[in-house]
């Protein structure tokens, strides 16, 4: 087929030609469109799936936006655009404010936030800095365009009208091409430490107004003695102002005294060994010159490390209180010396009896120790039966509270010894006037009452040497009497017995009488050697002898009883008359062998001694030096009442018929006419001693006989001659 000339077509085929052109170029064009079609669907895809992307980001970052502002619940965040409708309230506004997001977002409410008073201000200082007529929201922007609203402290109105304070910052938002289309508050509430710093302040105004009204200079010091802090009473106390040591000028021990600074380094170092706290007192010279005493308390502070960090402590000035301790010391001292300076025993005890004070006389007196005393119980140092008087005689103190006395309280000493103690205890007060103890003065009693039982012993001596001497007298008197009387009998019956023949009945009866005046005479005679003396023959003797031969020959005679013999070597010699103290021994020992019927010991001692003044004073003795023979017997012993009376003539404590009586009473006036004396001790059941002192200087004694003859002259002349010895 070739191709058709259009003219040579008729109309049918030429609009058949027209059609199948005008559908090809449809076609043409549907085709053209639908690739358009779905060139364009596609691009619609593509566009819608980049939106969605798009989108979904921004939803993300929007949840994210809003997830970051609502997690700050404690910051409110606020955002309004350049007209000033609210775009922003997050979670922390709502709980800061009280309203919902929805109440705020979308409004002009933001000037419902500020007190009037506030905005006015901002606006004043704003017009003032740069000289803009401002007024509203325009403000903030203004402040937001300048960056000049930085942290301002602000006053915010919640919902329901109650003021809150907050921290405040206002900065500008910027689109991407750099205009401005809004701002943004950031505020945080402060309420709480608002509060918090109104009490601290308060804490601080009270802890300074403490600070200030104590006595003690409150500091925080480093290890140097730098100073960290003082508070204004230093100024006072040292005259320096505070800041000098604050700012490093002055050190705390730049000012104490050069002697007294070793002292205080010393007692820091102690402690930081050791419990890290101390109290010192020293002295520091002040910024005129005076010199004060200080009492410096402080607390060390350490690290984990034990390095030191600050040292808190007070200073108060002592001065006073040293002047009064001073005072104080000195006139304890003087109390003291006097105390100490007393004989009498000065003692303090607690209400419950323990010592709490007391002198040196009463250790002595107690023989114990101060240490062993301070702290120590009366009842300690006394016996039950003492302890118990004694707590009575207290305890009436503490009833009737006034002063009381008593005697006689006899304490036991840690040496055995025993001394008797007169009291006067008065009632121990506080200055209340409360009872707190007892304060007494204790004076020994026991030389006193020595002296006062030797003085009542030594006049019991004197009165019995009085009634000896009186006996002696009278009974010399009696002898006189009773042997002229017996001289008169004598020559008589001698003259009756010269008439009477020798074979004559009465002459038996004559020698009878002869006798019992010879009897008599010896009984005079002895007498007379107890009252006046009799013939003594002294001479020296050793009377180690003269007391050996006679207790040799006792011994013989009385073999049950043991017999105990100490001789001193060295003894001294003395003026005696030998037979005599044979005769004074003998008797001794017959009355020793009486007192023990069932036998027993006879202790027998010479020696060289010094009288001591008691003895001395009680037996009037002329000169210091004896010689004493003791005998010692452990026998029944003897009375007060029979020992008073052993040296009488005629008084025995023997049965009726056994003894005369005259023994002992011959024994006191041999020893006392030979210039010796003799002591008794004896008690009942347990024994007796009989000491006997010798001179052991010459006496001087005389003696002479005179020769009387008796001229009978009935019924012829008879002579009768005798001899008397007399002492002149």
Known sequence: MGICNPENLNTNQKEILELKEENRILREEIRTSRKAAEITADLVVKQFEETEEILYRFQIANALRKAVLDSAMQIAIIAADKKGFVIVFNRGAEKLLGYRSDEVVGRLTYDAFHLKSELDLLRDELISSSGKQLDGLGVFFEYARNGNLKERECTYIRKNGTRLSVILSVNELVDS????????????????????????????????????????????????????????????????????????????????????????????????????????????????????????????????????????????????????????????????????????????????????FFNRALCDMVGSSPRELLGSNYRSFLDVKTADRLFRFFNRVYETGEHASETDYEIARKDGSKRFFELSVYPLKDHEGGFIGFRGISRDMTERMTAENERNRLEDQLHQAQKLES???????????????????????????????????????????????????????????????????????????????????????????TIHEKYERELSTVDVDRGQIAQVLLNLYVNAADAMPEGGDLYIENRNIVLNRELKTAYEALQDRYVRVSITDTGTGMDEATKQRIFEPFFSTKERGRGTGLGLSSVYGIIKRQGGFIHVSSEKGKGTTFELYFRFQEGSSVYCRLKVQLLMLRPKVLKQSFWLTMRV
Not at 232 to 246: A, C, H, M, S, W
Not at 314 to 336: N, V
């Open 177 to 356: 091409d750099g205009t401005a289309s809004g701002f943004l508050c950031i505020a945080s509430d402060i309420s709480e430490i608002k509060r918090s710093e109104e009490a601290l302040r308060e804490s601080e105004k009270k802890y300074r107004m403490l600070v200030n009204n104590l006595p003690n200079v409150v500091c925080r010091a480093h290890m140097d003695s730098s100073i960290e802090f003082f508070d204004d009473k230093i100024e006072v106390l040292t005259g320096y102002k505070k800041e000098e040591f604050i700012q490093g000028r002055l050190k705390w021990y730049d000012i104490v005294l050069e002697e007294d600074l070793p002292y205080v380094k010393e007692k820091f170092m102690e402690a930081l060994a050791t419990d890290k706290s101390y109290v010192r007192q020293y002295r520091i010279k002040t910024k005129n010159g005076k010199m004060i005493w200080i009492e410096d308390g402080a607390q060390i502070v350490c690290n984990e490390k034990g390095e030191v960090e600050f040292i808190t402590g007070a200073f108060l000035d002592i001065t006073e209180r040293k002047k009064a301790e001073e005072a104080l010391r000195k006139s304890e001292e003087k109390y003291r010396s006097i105390l100490e300076a007393m004989e009498e025993g000065y003692f303090e005890l607690s209400i419950s009896g323990n010592m709490t």
């Open 471 to 561: 006996i002696g007298t009278l009974a010399g008197g009696v002898a006189h009497d009773f042997n002229n009387i017996l001289m008169a009998l004598q020559g008589n019956a001698t003259l009756v017995q010269l008439q009477t023949e020798k074979d004559h009945p009465n002459q038996e009866r004559l020698e009878n009488i002869m006798a019992l005046i010879k009897t008599g005479s010896d009984i005079t005679r002895r007498i007379l050697g107890f009252a006046k003396g009799a013939k003594y023959n002294i001479e020296t003797s050793d009377l180690n002898d003269v007391v050996k031969n006679s207790t040799n020959m006792f011994a013989r005679t009385k073999k049950e009883i």
